[in-house]
T-cell receptor, first 114, second 113 residues
Framework: NAGVTQTPKFQVLKTGQSMTLQCAQDMNHNSMYWYRQDPGMGLRLIYYSASEGTTDKGEVPNGYNVSRLNKREFSLRLESAAPSQTSVYFC?????????????FGDGTRLSIL | AQSVTQPDIHITVSEGASLELRCNYSYGATPYLFWYVQSPGQGLQLLLKYFSGDTLVQGIKGFEAEFKRSQSSFNLRKPSVHWSDAAEYFCAVGKAAGNKLTFGGGTRVLVKP
């Protein structure tokens, strides 16, 4: 019963390097989300995918790109990492974007940019 | 735009004592309200949710929350805390029909023996 799986769990990058964070869910959910969590700021939405084939910007999309590879997988890419992107990144999924069902979260990826 | 405020950044409570975490939201219509808990190194787990109906909602782990429209609040309570309740708690608000959840800044709860 995996739910939402994120890889890697930890990563250290140098400024300017690129990286892709992976997320997969096995609940047959239609909607998927990427958040970043910073101290005192809660979780802020980076990008989301309401359904397979669609992606939209959230609150803080600058410096990131996403790909909804298929219904299960939703990846987040940092093309040129910056220290300001040091954060904990969470992927979430929900059955339907317009429903009142809650989002299910992965355990997070802790990313440090030096 | 919707917003969520959790006024208390940290709360320390003795084991067995009661706990109340405050949440105030700003939203123009009836919101969908959630409380999530995050244990160290873990993702967020849903404690409870409110969409409509009875304003006192029961959740998992003995938590409850009360929706007060007049005060734009959705406070979380537990009558008697356990050491395992030490975690960070997040209040979130969503639109009735929409994708986005807006989270508060979180309240970290420490439990003293």
């Amino acid at each position: 019963n995996a739910g939402v799986t994120q890889t890697p769990k930890f990563q250290v990058l140098k400024t300017g390097q690129s990286m892709t964070l992976q997320c997969a869910q096995d609940m047959n959910h239609n909607s998927m989300y990427w958040y970043r969590q910073d101290p005192g700021m809660g979780l802020r939405l980076i990008y989301y995918s309401a359904s397979e084939g669609t992606t939209d910007k959230g609150e803080v999309p600058n410096g990131y790109n996403v790909s909804r590879l298929n219904k299960r997988e939703f990846s987040l890419r940092l093309e040129s990492a910056a220290p300001s992107q040091t954060s904990v990144y969470f992927c979430a999924s929900r059955e339907l974007s317009w429903s009142n069902q809650p989002q299910h979260f992965g355990d997070g990826t802790r990313l440090s940019i030096l | 735009a919707q917003s969520v405020t959790q006024p208390d950044i940290h709360i320390t409570v003795s084991e067995g004592a009661s706990l109340e975490l405050r949440c105030n939201y700003s939203y123009g219509a009836t919101p969908y309200l959630f409380w999530y808990v995050q244990s160290p190194g873990q993702g967020l787990q849903l404690l409870l949710k409110y969409f409509s109906g009875d304003t006192l909602v029961q959740g998992i782990k003995g938590f409850e929350a009360e929706f007060k429209r007049s005060q734009s609040s959705f406070n979380l309570r537990k009558p008697s805390v356990h050491w395992s309740d030490a975690a960070e708690y997040f209040c979130a608000v969503g639109k009735a029909a929409g994708n986005k959840l807006t989270f508060g800044g979180g309240t970290r709860v420490l439990v003293k023996p």
